[in-house]
């Protein structure tokens, strides 16, 4: 560790990184509301379990992110209720994260082509209400819909496709992105999220939901705009409103790097210590970086093992934000069911990351911020693009190529012409050709909506630099 990062260890204080004995216990398979059986010590194959302080909710350390649903085999003809999602798939593993401790479940209005909603209703409603928490997002993101009325609609159809009567966490989504006028002028974050959320009367009217028992816990995500996070926070520290918990990005990569990575972005020991000073819960997202901390380069990979052979690359980034003692539950997008189990596996139960380990993986994040990949979590915010760009698709080639070594600047490299042919052939094969970063105008209506604030337009600029000098030289493939 750099003593750049050691200072910035210890003003986040120990506490962040250290186990939470009063919080952290364990639950069997099913149980939701706790009790004396679910408050054991945490054996062999029970889920680490977190206790909300605002609302007593025991809550599985390990959350099901329903935003990239399992899809049905190619050629299977989409279904008139869910679309080209695998429903019977998605009924089946959350029977499995349900049997195997996990309560939490994450969705939005926007998730899956407008379909996860339904989709998650559809498998929860099959278990009783009692046995699991819905949370799910107020994604008013387009302008016509930052009034009032359409943003109650928005919430009345959340309640109706997820087929309850109450949501147990409702959050405000995505707080800090920015948006632009009708104008083509850009709107910050802060003045989004005043006329997305206050301005209209949408927050007082969702303290009425509260009040009648349709909202349990109501509380916020952010990306973006540091500025509508301190916003936020004053109007809790003021007594305007109360926020149950709040949703941040936090992995090894971002507890001390994000700002580094991207000068808008903020630490996540930043986020953390605000919320954790407060007493307010933390609902992680990204703990994997959209994947990039799961696909480390072999050299890492290799340092990773050799520290712990038997652990997988992920759980070491599932175990470091499920460590800090404010953390009520770590979310996983688990498109696959060998996702969940691993994940299930590694949080049941939870062993949390040492002083030694924290330091490790500090040593580990230095290493991937030194390969200046570009942050793309996959998330699809800017997607589609007015001229049918396959943004993130570019973006995970390009990082994938960095990884495995696979860009070589100089024609003298004995390796450049392996490298050359390996990221055109992958290029092409990720990428059909309409819809690669040569089709950009830097018409710029991806980046107000990018929640890591990335420069799309610039990126795809350079990834398309590069791809024509690889295409001018060397033979033809």
């Known amino acids: 560790m750099n003593r750049r990062n050691f200072l910035k260890y210890m003003a986040a204080g120990a506490a962040a990184t250290a186990p939470a004995a009063a919080l952290v216990t364990a639950c069997k398979p099913g149980d939701k509301n706790g009790g004396a059986d ?62 195997h401790g996990v309560n939490y479940f994450d969705t939005s209005p926007v998730y899956c082509q407008g379909l996860s909603e339904r989709c998650t209703g559809i498998a929860l409603k099959r278990h009783p209400r009692d046995k699991y928490y819905i949370a799910t997002k107020l994604s008013n993101f387009d302008r016509e819909l930052w009034t009032l009325s359409e943003s109650k609609a928005m919430f009345e159809n959340s309640l109706r496709e997820l087929q309850t009567d109450y949501i147990d966490y409702l959050l405000l989504h995505s707080t800090g992105n920015g948006s632009r006028d009708e104008q083509g002028n850009d709107i910050s974050g802060l003045d989004a999220c005043r006329q997305r959320f206050l301005d209209n009367g949408l927050c007082d009217w969702l303290v009425e939901q509260k009040t009648l028992g349709r909202i349990r816990n ?5 990306h973006g705009d540091y500025r509508a996070f301190e916003y936020l926070l004053q109007l809790h520290d003021e007594g305007r409103y109360h926020w149950d918990f709040v949703q941040i990005e936090l ?3 971002d507890w001390f790097y994000a700002n580094e990575i991207n000068s808008s972005n903020v630490d996540a020991v930043t986020l953390y210590s605000e919320l954790e000073k407060r007493g307010i819960p933390a609902v992680i997202m990204e703990p994997l970086l959209g994947g990039r901390l799961a696909n480390v380069n072999d050299d890492i990979a290799a340092e990773l093992k050799q520290r712990d052979p038997e ?51 500090m040593h ?25 760009i396959n ?55 991806c ?5 890591q604030k990335i420069r799309i337009p610039r990126e795809l600029q350079r990834i398309d630099a590069y791809v024509e000098k690889l295409r001018l030289t060397g033979e033809t493939l």
């Open 311 to 361: 652990a997988s690359i992920a759980s070491w980034a599932f175990r470091f934000a499920g460590t800090p003692e404010g953390v009520l539950t770590v979310l996983s997008g688990m498109t696959y069911m060998e996702h969940l189990e691993e994940n299930v596996a590694t949080y049941s139960p939870l062993h949390p990351i040492s002083a030694d380990d924290h330091e490790f993986l």
């Open 251 to 253: 992995n090894y990569l």
């Open 391 to 445: 943004i993130p698709a570019i973006f995970s080639h390009f990082n994938r190529c960095i990884r495995e070594g696979n860009i070589r600047q100089s024609e003298l490299d004995p390796d450049y012409r392996r490298a050359r042919r390996a990221f055109l052939i992958g290029y092409d094969r990720s990428v059909p050709r309409l819809r690669q970063a040569s089709h950009c105008i830097g018409c710029n209506a």
């Open 218 to 222: 109501l509380g916020f995500s952010w």
């Open 447 to 451: 980046t107000a909506k990018c929640p």
């Open 364 to 388: 580990i994040a230095e290493k991937i911020f030194g390969q200046k990949e570009i942050p793309c979590t996959a998330c699809e915010y800017c997607m589609p693009c007015p001229y049918g």
């Open 38 to 99: 679910a408050l054991t010590t945490g054996a062999a194959g029970t889920m680490t379990m977190r206790r909300n302080p605002n609302s007593g909710d025991l809550v599985s350390i390990l959350g099901y992110g329903m935003m990239r649903l399992p899809m049905l085999p190619e050629g299977i003809k989409p279904d008139p209720v869910t679309g080209p999602f695998d429903q019977k798939m998605i009924n089946r593993q959350v029977d499995y994260a349900i049997a």
